[in-house]
């Protein structure tokens, strides 16, 4: 146990809490900038068991901030190329890297048999995805972002409010690492709270982590966070659908410019988000609307807006990357 010691040692932690990580099997949803940060701090404390979802594979811009990366990496799976690294780092940790997409259509079956998820993706619709499921089966979920020079991390679900119940309502446009542009310590300082919140939470740590959120700003050099633990659900709340999931009785509709790339979506209605609303276009009686674009931005505004005036199901689809 000499690897482990100086962590028994922490108060709190001892032989028990060791013990929990070492049974603990965790999914972790991206090996980006803070997927990178996250998984050597999971397999270093003995976690037993990580399965990690990354459909990308290592480019040269992600090198500045991955740093779980080497040049020589560059071209390999992001997900294979982390367990290689982390099982380098550790032996113990048994690493089941998957070349996949987390989605609608693959959620469950890449949450099955896990104790607790960490939503380390750049994509908000993923974020959304893993609270949905994760609230329906009682799984705990720590979710971060971190964009420019700031981001936050929080414990969602589990018996704590969703990401949909502390975030209600998106901002009028969203930014990413790729349209925003990140610094490397920011997201390495984010994924570190994460790493800690998650192995809190598997090793049975007191006081848990879920139902608290923690924000961190370079630009200001504040810390900050808030508890959530009373926060009410959204009563309606329109969830992800993945394209395989659509059916022929569905009223399709494309929010995409014609010029926009992305899959094509055979028989959808091709508008736009200020086409719904008072006065708006509503989908045929008894079917299920289906909103579409690339982020899942537009769709969000486009089903808030026909909310407003049809009662009828609705469905959105993120289609990009």
């Given at each position: 146990?000499?690897?482990?010691?100086?962590?028994?040692?922490?108060?709190?932690?001892?032989?028990?809490?060791?013990?929990?990580?070492a049974?603990?099997?965790?999914?972790?949803i991206?090996?980006?900038?803070?997927?990178?940060?996250?998984?050597?701090?999971?397999?270093g404390?003995?976690?037993?068991?990580?399965?990690?979802?990354?459909?990308?594979?290592?480019?040269e811009?992600?090198?500045?901030?991955?740093?779980i990366?080497?040049?020589?990496?560059?071209?390999?799976p992001?997900?294979?190329?982390?367990a290689?690294?982390?099982?380098?780092?550790?032996?113990?940790?048994?690493?089941?890297?998957?070349?996949?997409?987390?989605?609608?259509?693959s959620?469950?079956?890449?949450?099955?048999?896990?104790?607790?998820?960490?939503?380390?993706?750049?994509?908000?619709?993923a974020?959304?995805?893993?609270?949905d499921?994760?609230?329906?089966?009682?799984?705990?979920?720590?979710?971060?972002?971190?964009?420019?020079?700031?981001?936050?991390a929080?414990?969602?679900?589990?018996?704590?409010?969703?990401?949909?119940a502390v975030?209600?309502?998106?901002?009028?446009?969203?930014?990413?690492?790729?349209s925003?542009?990140?610094?490397?310590?920011?997201?390495?300082?984010?994924?570190?709270?994460q790493?800690?919140?998650?192995?809190?939470i598997?090793a049975?740590?007191?006081?848990?982590?879920?139902?608290?959120?923690?924000?961190?700003?370079?630009a200001?050099?504040?810390?900050?966070?808030?508890?959530?633990?009373?926060?009410?659900?959204?009563?309606?709340?329109?969830?992800?659908?993945?394209?395989?999931?659509?059916?022929?009785?569905?009223h399709?509709?494309?929010?995409?410019a014609?010029d926009?790339?992305?899959?094509?979506?055979?028989?959808a209605?091709?508008?736009t988000?200020?086409?719904?609303?008072?006065?708006?276009?509503?989908?045929?009686?008894?079917?299920?609307?289906?909103?579409?674009?690339?982020s899942?931005?537009?769709?969000?505004?486009?089903?808030a807006r026909?909310?407003?005036?049809?009662?009828?199901?609705?469905?959105?689809?993120?289609l990009?990357?």
């Amino acid at each position: 146990m000499s690897r482990y010691d100086r962590q028994i040692a922490v108060p709190g932690m001892g032989a028990a809490g060791q013990a929990r990580l070492a049974r603990a099997h965790l999914l972790v949803i991206g090996a980006g900038g803070l997927g990178a940060a996250v998984l050597p701090y999971l397999a270093g404390a003995g976690v037993g068991r990580i399965r990690l979802v990354d459909p990308d594979i290592v480019e040269e811009s992600n090198l500045h901030r991955q740093v779980i990366f080497r040049a020589a990496d560059l071209g390999r799976p992001k997900a294979e190329a982390a367990a290689a690294h982390l099982r380098a780092l550790n032996p113990d940790t048994v690493l089941e890297p998957l070349c996949a997409r987390f989605d609608p259509a693959s959620a469950a079956a890449l949450c099955a048999g896990v104790d607790l998820v960490l939503d380390c993706a750049d994509s908000f619709a993923a974020s959304y995805v893993a609270s949905d499921h994760c609230m329906a089966a009682g799984l705990p979920l720590v979710s971060a972002s971190a964009t420019g020079r700031a981001g936050y991390a929080g414990g969602f679900c589990g018996g704590a409010p969703s990401l949909r119940a502390v975030f209600p309502d998106l901002p009028a446009r969203l930014g990413s690492c790729a349209s925003e542009g990140v610094l490397g310590p920011v997201v390495g300082t984010i994924g570190g709270v994460q790493a800690q919140m998650a192995l809190a939470i598997a090793a049975g740590l007191d006081p848990a982590p879920l139902g608290r959120l923690v924000s961190f700003d370079a630009a200001s050099w504040r810390m900050g966070g808030f508890g959530f633990a009373g926060a009410p659900e959204p009563a309606r709340a329109p969830g992800f659908v993945a394209a395989s999931q659509i059916g022929p009785g569905d009223h399709l509709v494309d929010l995409r410019a014609r010029d926009e790339p992305g899959p094509p979506l055979p028989g959808a209605a091709r508008l736009t988000v200020e086409d719904f609303g008072p006065g708006g276009l509503l989908p045929p009686h008894g079917a299920r609307a289906v909103l579409a674009c690339r982020s899942g931005l537009r769709a969000w505004r486009a089903a808030a807006r026909l909310g407003a005036v049809w009662e009828g199901e609705i469905a959105l689809l993120a289609l990009g990357p």
